[in-house]
């Protein structure tokens, strides 16, 4: 548990600068509905005019921005990509950093498993997400609180935050895996930026064309879309798939941890 202990201590700087954003990033949202609400401007009619091409990449799609929800609907899309971002490279640099930092040697006088320190990491690592994610959750009930109308606005955001906790995890294991497989651990979060950054281009693109749709199984972010979240709940089958992704990427990963040439 000393290990998991340094962990936590280790990333404590980074998470709270991850969540101090993720609070600025809501409350700003918060101040700007706040202005559109207090105005007779139409925010529809506004979002209306643009190009498609920016509203694919806003992720606008059907909401009515006129309501709480809707507007929280369209925020949802930057709250995940803060959380994927934060995750993917929590997983890359915390599987990465004794190689990286040359200190590996820490982890072999440990009278543990390389198992044992890889579950040790993976469990310091969900509960940053996790806290993560519950920060999130906290400053956007005062969003909900304070300017929704819709009663059933807890269950709206509880379902949007769970979406968001298994997209954190699927990209905590990506990260993982990249650091586990990569020879040059210095380039993992690098990588798992990139990653995250063509996933999030595929999925503005299948926004765009209705012919590239079949890509919606290949980008994480089409998984749990807000509107789809709101209106039916979670799609089984994106659900199971990200579950399955993220269970393979950590069987994955311990197995190539176990077996690399750890230097350092």
Same mark, same amino acid.
């Given at each position: ?109 440990? &009278? !543990?498993?390389? /198992?044992?320190?890889?579950? *040790? ?11 993560? =994610? ?8 005062v969003f909900f609180i304070y300017f929704g109308e819709d009663e059933h606005f807890a269950k709206d955001l509880l379902i949007l935050m769970v979406g968001m906790l298994l997209l954190q995890l699927l990209f905590l294991s990506i990260g993982m895996l990249i650091a586990a497989l990569l020879k040059r651990p210095g380039k993992s979060g690098a990588l798992s930026g990139a ?40 799609? &089984? !089958?994106?659900? /199971?798939?990200?579950?399955? *992704? ?11 941890? =176990? ?6």
């Open positions: 548990m000393n290990l998991f202990w340094r962990e936590m201590k280790a990333n404590r700087k980074s998470l709270t600068i991850w969540s101090i954003g993720m609070v600025i990033l809501i409350g700003s949202s918060m101040s700007k509905y706040a202005g559109f609400s207090a105005s007779d401007q139409s925010v529809n009619s506004l979002m209306a005019d643009m190009p498609d091409t920016m509203k694919a990449v806003m992720g606008i799609g059907d909401f009515d921005l006129a309501t709480a929800s809707g507007y929280y609907g369209l925020l949802f899309l930057y709250l995940i990509l803060m959380g994927t971002a934060h995750a993917g490279m929590l997983g890359a640099n915390i599987l990465a950093k004794e190689e990286r930092d040359r200190t590996a040697e820490f982890l072999f006088v440990k &009278p !543990v498993s390389r /198992g044992r320190i890889m579950m *040790l990491k993976l469990a310091a690592a969900v509960t940053n997400v996790s806290v993560f =994610n519950l920060v999130t959750l906290s400053a956007s009930s990653i995250l950054l063509i996933a999030f281009v595929l999925s503005v693109a299948v926004n765009l064309k209705e012919e590239l749709s079949v890509l919606k199984y290949v980008t994480p972010f089409q998984y749990f879309d807000a509107h789809q979240l709101m209106e039916t709940g979670f799609d &089984p !089958v994106f659900t /199971g798939l990200s579950v399955s *992704l993220t269970a393979l990427f950590l069987l994955l990963a311990f197995r190539s941890y =176990n077996r690399k040439d750890l230097n350092g």
